[in-house]
């Protein structure tokens, strides 16, 4: 059953120095806070899997606490790139950064074959394009009742998965709705898991159509962190702050620029800096 902990108790229980990660979230609900967390207890020599890696990765990779990254897209979505991600692969600053690459289709199948503990995720996919050229990890099958091809890619089992979450209840239940990504998957797929919750109530109340839940034995550690998915948006809670995506490209671009605002944003301050945003959103 899911232990109600604080932020740093959370990490400190689901990640360690040298393991798998998955942080998902798609635009919506990315576990930000979590993430700032792991670098300050400076996590070291973490594989990172995600579909869309953005901004909190940039930062982790650009603290050293990442040496690979299975992906499928990378970018400050709407803005251009990751700049301490460039940084990594092409200079090894802060040091060198392997990558496996993905499609979008590839990742979901992965994440979902993990989830139902198969050893690999079977798809169309990959027909005419030149990624299984320099990723190994594509191979294809042969169906053995109608002589198909199809692609095949090896399920995502992380050693943790890190998400945020809109509710939990006290029974440690989690709820997500909205734009929902591949965070189920995620978590089911893990060995451990931490879920960072906008509230926790007493029962779920009315929901949408497209509610996931996450039943308390799927779950290692609940925290509530307020506001923990800005700068992303948590639907119902908060907005996303599209003028700090635009704010990034300038912060990043430059390795001075980069420490200086993680020096003061991130490993001088605490969860207690995101509830701020969550505070800041219902006074709006």
């Not at 802060?94 to 590839?106: F, K, N, V």
Request: with cysteine; aromatic share 8%; charged share 25%.
């Amino acid at each position: 059953m899911a232990d109600f902990v604080s932020l740093s108790e959370g990490v400190e229980a689901v990640l360690s120095d040298g393991c798998s990660v998955a942080m998902e979230g798609f635009t919506h609900l990315i576990p930000h806070a979590a993430g700032h967390e792991a670098i300050r207890q400076a996590r070291k020599r973490l594989t990172l899997i995600r579909m869309t890696p953005d901004l909190v990765y940039d930062q982790m990779i650009g603290m050293g606490c990442a040496e690979k990254l299975v992906f499928s897209w990378g970018g400050n979505p709407g803005v251009g790139s990751l700049h301490r991600f460039r940084d990594a692969v092409e200079n090894g600053w802060p040091h060198r950064l392997e990558i496996e690459e993905h499609s979008h289709a590839a990742m979901a199948n992965a994440y979902e074959a993990g989830a139902a503990n198969l050893p690999f995720a079977v798809f169309r996919g990959y027909k005419g394009v030149d990624l299984p050229k320099v990723n190994d990890r594509i191979r294809s099958v042969t169906c053995p009742y109608t002589g198909e091809v199809l692609a095949t890619v090896p399920a995502i089992r992380p050693d943790a998965a890190i998400i945020h979450a809109l509710r939990a209840d006290r029974e440690g239940n989690v709820m997500l709705e909205g734009i929902v990504g591949v965070q189920k998957e995620a978590v089911l797929a893990a060995k451990r898991s931490l879920v960072t919750v906008e509230e926790i109530v007493e029962d779920f109340g009315p929901r949408n159509a497209n509610a996931v839940i996450l039943p308390a034995w799927t779950v290692t550690a609940i925290a509530h962190v307020p506001g923990g998915a800005y700068p992303s948006y948590a639907q119902g809670h908060t907005k996303r702050a599209n003028d700090f995506y635009i704010a990034w490209d300038k912060i990043a671009r430059e390795r001075e620029t980069f420490l200086a605002w993680m020096k003061e944003h991130v490993l001088e301050k605490g969860p207690e800096a995101f509830a701020r945003h969550a505070e800041k959103a219902r006074a709006a």
